[in-house]
């Protein structure tokens, strides 16, 4: 292991200054992530078996009448490899279809099936409910500044990976 110069040895930092995970950002972003997955994947995992990837590409696949695989993965923030197996699994369970799109023969698009939207619309109001709940007690304008912090967050993280 390398010595940075850099870095303080254990015995020059200030306990005042110590790390404690539990109040480093990074860490809770990931309790809160996992704490809300879990409140909206019980909904839609309980009552079709759906993973939140499966979940996530109905969810994007929903408002259009077919998007390519490619524009799934553009729209949803889920990589290639979970855009294709949430493909292959709702295809398998009969809630999506492949087809050539009418326009452009070289092109395949994919479309939820009767049962896939029946599932997708009866989800909706029940996963809004448990974002209802995640957000009670907050006022409208507070949930407002929520979603402007979290932008804020993303938008800084965006500028770092772009520095890297």
């Given at each position: ?68 695989a490619t ?70 304008k507070e ?22």
């Amino acid at each position: 292991m390398t010595k940075n110069k850099d870095c303080p040895s254990a015995a020059a930092v200030d306990f005042q200054d110590m790390f404690e995970l539990k109040s480093f950002f990074p860490y809770l972003v990931r309790i809160y992530y996992r704490a809300v997955s879990e409140s909206v994947g019980a909904v839609y995992s309980n009552l079709y078996g759906l993973s939140a990837y499966e979940w996530r590409t109905m969810a994007v696949l929903g408002p259009y009448a077919a998007l390519s695989a490619t524009e799934i993965v553009e729209k949803s923030s889920i990589d290639k490899v979970n855009v294709s197996r949430a493909i292959a699994k709702l295809r398998e369970r009969g809630f999506l279809k492949r087809d050539i799109d009418g326009d452009d023969r070289r092109r395949s698009v994919l479309r939820l099936t009767e049962s896939g939207r029946t599932a997708f619309y009866a989800l909706i109001p029940r996963v809004r409910e448990v974002e209802a709940h995640l957000l009670q007690g907050m006022t409208p304008k507070e949930r407002e500044t929520l979603i402007r912090l979290m932008e804020k967050v993303r938008n800084n993280a965006g500028m770092l990976k772009d520095a890297s």
